[in-house]
């Protein structure tokens, strides 16, 4: 048997090797880890990498099985590396199983941790670092009663959530969280209160659901990996049209799971996703993409979305292991592109993970017009300038919107074509980043929109006429579409009027449409109150006036 340490080193190294021999020094390799007792935090970190790569990769059922005892037995060894090792420090944030994770999360995302994951997930010590700002916050939502404890100088903080917790069944994190819970605030001043007091929690990973390696979701047969990932060459508009081979929507009960797993999962990674925050389970759709990859694609809750662009999130899967990411806000046929994949994923099928998402969002929303911004192309960007993204995306098809970069690149190409070994050097892939690019299957009739640019010139007309404007804004839109009452009309759907509203209230001419532009404006408010924003994108674009208008009231600014 190997050293405990090399046959870790030794996994990391087969791991993405492919064919019979590969699979047999893999099990060979597995199975002495199975064995071990103890493993130094170097090695628990790549075994980390290795089992997530196999989860999602097996080579055979055999493989997959080895792996997943071993990950159950990650929770063990992470608590005799931590008594063993004086470098277990490198364990904190690792996501393994057994660490601990210490994260300023946002309010909404603790809230839904602490429901989780109960009293696992604790105040850190360095939510009193600054005793005065957290103070303060608690000061501000108590009732007056218990001001005099607060305003008391020789009550600290510690001292005051300490006796709080004291003869009752709550953590200090529950004792703050109740306090902000039940102030009467409105919840985004509750939010912004609670991340500026700069609360710190630490989760403790009791358990492997709660960690990097604990999310597989049920979505069917395992795909097991033959052979090596080829780098293939293929035109993306076809792909993209093409039917998916399977799509449906995913049940209420087992997307509210599947969603809490992902958000497990993305926080022992330290990344919080607002859509996936603030995810439907009441729209949720999994798309077949194949070759063991699937699509999951989730909307945002009705209070939660955007006034103007959808909102949504998706994971790829495979084999139902999430390797790669995104939000998703298309508008008007668009949609901005970028995938995150997960490290120890990188470098796989990626041209054929492209399409499929691609594909997804066309059937799923419509689009037509893919783009990436020049941050994405690397510009101020050094993780996107590292990784050479600008001929990544120029190797798909992506076309640039900068002449001088076009004229750039296609001299760059051909010194690759005169020089075999040529590649760009960092500075001129700092050049050729100063461009955006785009993908267009609509033969030029979907052109991006600038909603910032919208939410300006809304805020410009504002200015002065600040207060009691939301008021005025739904008053002046339900009286020029002649919406005379809301009685029938659900809570989410008036939640869509009073965002639409400021934006709506700005277009002039919005009394004189005839009465069919403005029933189909309507119907556009309510759709973004529905259940699911799926639809509303083709209802928005077949109001072509409504488009004219907001583009003309940029234009205008």
């Given amino acids: 048997m190997a050293h405990p340490s090399n046959a870790a080193k030794q996994l990391a190294e087969v791991v993405r090797l492919a064919g019979p021999a590969a699979a047999v020094r893999k099990r060979e390799l597995l199975s002495e880890l199975c064995e071990v007792s103890v493993l130094a935090p170097r090695d628990l970190l790549a075994l980390r990498d290795s089992l997530g790569f196999l989860r999602a990769f097996p080579d055979d059922a055999a493989v997959l099985k080895l792996a997943e005892g071993l990950c159950d037995r990650l929770l063990e060894l992470t608590r005799q590396s931590l008594a063993r090792h004086n470098s277990a420090w490198r364990l904190d944030n690792s996501g393994l199983p057994g660490s601990t994770h210490t994260f300023p999360y946002s309010y909404p995302v603790v809230l839904r941790l602490a429901q989780l994951a109960g009293f696992d997930v604790q105040l850190d010590a360095a939510s009193f670092a600054d005793e005065c700002t957290l103070h303060e916050a608690l000061a501000v939502l108590v009732s007056n009663g218990e001001g005099p404890a607060l305003d008391d100088v020789e009550i600290e903080t510690r001292d005051w959530t300490l006796g709080c917790a004291k003869d009752s069944d709550a953590s200090e ?310 919406i005379a009452n809301l009685l029938s009309w659900t809570d989410a759907e008036r939640a869509a009027l009073h965002a639409l509203a400021p934006v709506l209230a700005r277009l002039v001419d919005l009394p004189r449409w005839d009465q069919r532009d403005r029933k189909a404006l309507v119907r556009i408010i309510r759709a973004k109150g529905g259940h699911t924003e799926r639809g509303v994108d083709r209802v928005m674009r077949a109001h072509p006036r409504l488009e004219r208008e907001l583009r003309a009231l940029i234009a205008e600014n």
């Fill in 173 to 482: 994190l529950q004792v703050v969280l109740e306090v902000f819970e039940a102030s009467s605030a409105p919840p985004a001043v509750r939010a912004e209160l609670f991340e500026g007091a700069g609360v710190v929690v630490q989760h403790t990973l009791t358990g492997r659901d709660r960690s990097r390696l604990g999310a597989r979701l049920d979505v069917g047969r395992v795909r097991y990996r033959r052979k090596a990932f080829e780098k293939e060459r293929f035109a993306l508009p076809g792909r993209i049209r093409r039917a998916l081979p399977d799509t449906r929507d995913v049940q209420r009960s087992v997307a509210r799971d599947w969603l809490d797993r992902l958000l497990l999962h993305f926080l022992a990674r330290d990344i919080e996703i607002y859509p996936l925050t603030h995810a439907n389970d009441r729209d949720v759709q999994l798309f077949t993409l194949g070759r063991g990859y699937h699509l999951l694609l989730a909307g945002v809750l009705p209070a939660k979305r955007c006034a103007i662009e959808l909102s949504s999130i998706y994971v790829v899967l495979s084999n139902g292991v999430p390797i790669a990411y995104g939000p998703a806000s298309p508008f008007l046929g668009c949609c901005e592109m970028g995938i995150n994949f997960f490290e120890e994923y990188r470098g796989g099928d990626t041209r054929f993970i492209y399409a499929g998402v691609m594909s997804a969002l066309h059937h799923a929303f419509g689009v037509e017009r893919f783009f990436v911004t020049a941050y994405g192309m690397g510009k101020g960007n050094a993780a996107a300038i590292k990784t050479g993204a600008f001929w990544f995306y120029r190797k798909l098809g992506f076309s640039v919107d900068n002449p001088r970069v076009e004229t750039l690149a296609r001299a760059e190409e051909a010194r690759m074509v005169a020089d075999r070994g040529y590649r760009s050097d960092r500075t001129t892939l700092r050049k050729l980043s100063n461009t955006a690019a785009h993908l267009d299957l609509s033969g030029g009739r979907c052109q991006r929109f600038d909603s910032g640019a919208l939410g300006l010139a809304v805020a410009r007309a504002r200015v002065g006429h600040r207060l009691g404007a939301d008021g005025r804004d739904v008053a002046r839109v339900r009286k020029a579409l002649g």
